[in-house]
């Protein structure tokens, strides 16, 4: 039985990675967060140790590792301009890290934890769930076998409808959460390249704190996509009441992945577990994807357009 401890116990996504410890035969050790909304862990590791200051649960940490019982993983949950820090943390207390998405926010990050990893001996993972969906490996499996040498039409569209406290949250400011395509778009861009392979081409249509959208060539695929977390960006034909639409298209045909997202993330754990998680060379060319677009000029008349860029940039 591994033994976990958890950063960001209050988060919207802790509860997947409770989850994830329970189903994969795990225990949870300690926790930690600024906020002591966590009445969820006793549904799943009620006698978890739970502090609110950090001093204390570093100390936690330490003396659990000096009587013998120390965290094999720390969980990573807390905002995305934390989980440099908390992965640097957990490693130099001799723990292997795994870290919910984005990894960091720059690629100079990477570099930095990896001399750490090199230091310690220790590991980070990051959760790339959708590398673990079946649609998607089938695709990718589908793409590997074509060996025709065409080029694929990909049109990425995410539309997920966040309230006016997103913009007041960590969320909303870019030094935090990283941006639009970073927040809500990496996962999506780390699965075109494990589809697609390496990126060759990067050009931002549109960039704003609620919208992102640009054009994007990978070795197989020429990728339109837009971003957004407002409600009136919404296509038209999205059914009424519906606050969120994930669209992707390869060469005009619908990519179905809606359902089977609820057990990715003990699909993840049990993927470290078993040795084969994803480290600091697999997440890098999203980082790097996700940081060009944060500070690329914007050039709307470069570049293919999604189709659904008219709502997000008002034209």
């Not at 075109?192 to 050009?203: D, E, R, W, Y």
Request: aromatic share 10%; net charge negative; glycine share 10%.
């Amino acid at each position: 039985m591994k033994n976990y401890g958890l950063i960001g116990a209050a988060g919207y996504i802790a509860p997947r990675h409770l989850r994830a410890i329970k189903d994969t035969g795990g225990t949870l050790g300690c926790a930690y967060d600024i906020n002591d909304s966590v009445g969820i862990m006793d549904s799943y590791f009620p006698d978890a140790a739970f502090f609110t200051e950090f001093e204390l649960f570093e100390d936690h940490i330490y003396n659990s590792r000096s009587k013998g019982f120390g965290c094999d993983y720390m969980a990573i949950c807390s905002p995305n301009f934390l989980h440099k820090a908390h992965s640097a943390f957990a490693l130099r207390a001799g723990i292997d890290t795994i870290c919910e998405k984005p990894l960091v926010l720059n690629t100079s990050d990477l570099d930095e934890l990896e001399d750490i990893e090199n230091e310690t001996g220790k590991k980070i993972y990051s959760i790339l769930q959708l590398r673990l969906h079946p649609a998607i490996i089938a695709l990718r499996d589908k793409v590997a076998a074509d060996t025709s040498g065409k080029t694929y039409d990909v049109d990425l569209g995410y539309f997920t409808s966040r309230g006016a406290w997103y913009s007041a949250s960590w969320k909303g400011f870019e030094h935090k959460s990283g941006g639009i395509a970073t927040n809500i778009g990496v996962h999506f861009f780390d699965m075109l390249s494990f589809i697609f392979g390496s990126q060759k081409v990067s050009i931002v249509h549109h960039r704003s704190d609620d919208a992102a959208a640009g054009y994007l060539e990978f070795e197989r695929a020429r990728v339109r996509w837009v971003l957004s977390i407002n409600r009136q960006h919404l296509p038209t034909h999205t059914p009424l009441g519906q606050t969120t639409h994930r669209s992707i298209t390869v060469d005009g045909e619908e990519i179905e992945f809606s359902g089977g997202f609820t057990d990715l993330h003990t699909a993840s754990y049990q993927n470290i577990l078993d040795g084969k998680g994803y480290g600091l060379k697999v997440v890098r060319p999203s980082i790097e994807t996700v940081s060009h677009i944060r500070t690329a000029p914007i050039e709307l008349n470069k570049g293919e357009h999604h189709p659904d860029i008219a709502r997000v940039v008002g034209a």
